[in-house]
């Protein structure tokens, strides 16, 4: 983090400071100061909307109504209310349902495609590549009308998860282009060393990359994760007509009509909702910086 | 050895390779050439989800075109979150990016709070935002009361919903400084070294250092911002949504818009016209007007000077 300093650090002599290396070190200071000041401004902007939600989801009814701004009463119980809503936990169930099984789709369907678009040589290659990207880039409200009548009206499964968890199992072109990128960081000659040891593709990709993908792995599998917690568009589309299977983002709106004047119970559920994502970062947030960056860019 | 060997050979390698990429292969076919196929052929037809589709040449085209009240106003949205949003998130992401790599006490806390809000899912993050942002009782609104600032009403005016949406996304800017901060990490310090010797300021280190380096970075972020922006849907749906107090899973009909068609975008068009008006095959040429966009400004990031994403090898 410390490579753009542009205040050379003074060097202290042997004799006391100079008067060019106090000013040196003066200006060093307020530097010091005028950045992390800044930083601080920053740092409020990021944190006190949170800060605002969670004070307001621990005031009284009455007081949620009006423009103050701590509770008067802190009250813990609102967190309970929220539970004790009528298909709170359902949606938890759901939610979880859908990123985690369509996680693990996504992971075992996605990996020998990557692998393949990464060290194999074959015709047809770049333009798969190009093909990746294009799906990457695709709203997915282009197909939304011929997919939803796929599975509504040929294979009748509107008002559940499953159009949303089954293409999972085909390969996500996110996950595809992210992993491959990962998998060129890994030398072909290790590749060619298994070779030599007598494995096929397939051992090698178990045996040799798979151990080495694992940082990668872990980013596609938390970048899914989180996309299927927070997908709003797939459920409003396909499991709107069935409470029974709503997922947290699609239900937390419908639990602020149902609280309309609730901000505190919404506010509740709005830190329910944001919790688990917060906390599952906080444990991977190495897998998921780099995970970022190399989304970014090789340029 | 012989040629029938070679051949089986190759063979083989070209069945290895169709299994490796069979689970994409059959998605891509399945879940985007497919459904391509049938939005175009949908686009031309009449169809509302029962009985037989018939051919309806360009009718479609003409209604969305001309005569669907929300179709100009969601393209003038969409240029508008391209030139405000899109620009307010690269300014600001490059801005963050560069003050946490000068940031030499509590980096990782800094790095953190200013990462989090990007984590924060879509819906909830919107719902805060209303909330914060509530012309009545919202805690923004409150604190600019009480120093004598003017109090929009920001999710319910429509000329201020765009800037609150803006305010949303640019919170939600974790990523895009992630991306700088590695970019600006990348620039040689020899080249601050040398123009600091030829007597260079801050503002010319920037310009003539910093800039020329991560071009390329900025380059993606404003043509992925671009694309996002195209793609906006949940944010401007549920602000409206929850801010018109017009809301209910599956009860009542909300016009997506509000206020005053201020938020609308394309994918919420093919949402309105698709699933409220059961006009199939008109959402279909909105979708079509999507993917065209889209698919654009992805062709831009891969076949621009510096060949943003390396398609090749």
Known sequence: MTRLLDTPRPVAAADGPTPAERTARRKALLHWIAVHSLGIAAALFFVLPFVFVVLTSLMSDQQALTRDLTPNTWEWGNYRR????????????????YAGLGTVLTVVSSVPVAYALAKFRFRGRKLSLMLVISMMMLPPQVVIIPMYLFWAKQLDLSGTLWPLIIPMAFGDAFSIFLLRQFLLTIPNEYLDAAKVDGCGEFRTLIKVVLPM?????????????????????????????????????????SFKGAHHTDWNLTMAATVLVMAPVIAVFFFAQKAFVEGVTLTGVKG | MTTHTLRSKRRRSALRTAAFMSPWLI????????????????????????????????????????????????????????????????????????????????????RTFFYLPYLAPPVAATLAFVFLLNPGTGPVNAILGDLGLPTPGWFNDASWSKPALTMLAVWGIGDLMVIFMAALLDVPKEQYEAAELDGASGWQRFRFVTLPNISPIVLFAVVTGVIQAMQYYTQPLVAGKVASGVIGGSGQQFEPGYPDKSTLTLPQLVYNLGF??????????????????????????MRGRNNLIQAGD
């Open chain 1, 82 to 97: 929220v539970f004790e809503t009528p298909g709170f936990l359902t949606w938890w169930r759901n939610t979880l349902l």
């Open chain 1, 213 to 253: 993908a694992k940082p990668g792995i872990a980013a596609i599998a938390l970048f899914q994760f989180f996309a299927a917690w927070n997908d709003y568009f797939g459920p409003q589309i396909y499991a709107s007509e069935n409470p029974a299977a709503w997922t947290l983002s699609y239900g937390l709106e």
């Open chain 2, 27 to 110: 998605g891509f076919t399945v879940f985007f050439a497919y459904p391509m196929v049938s939005t175009v052929y949908f686009s031309f037809m009449k169809y509302d989800g029962f009985g037989a589709p018939s051919f309806n040449g360009l009718s479609n085209w003409t209604y969305v075109f001309a005569d669907y009240p929300m179709f100009w106003p969601s393209l003038r949205n969409t240029l508008w979150l391209v030139l405000v949003m899109v620009t307010c998130r690269v300014v600001f992401g490059l801005g963050i990016g560069m003050l946490i790599t000068k940031i030499r006490t509590g980096t990782g806390l800094f």
């Open chain 2, 276 to 301: 409220q008006r059961f006009d199939y095959s008109s959402a279909c040429v909105v979708a079509l007007v999507l993917f065209a966009l889209a698919m654009a400004f992805t062709a831009l990031l």
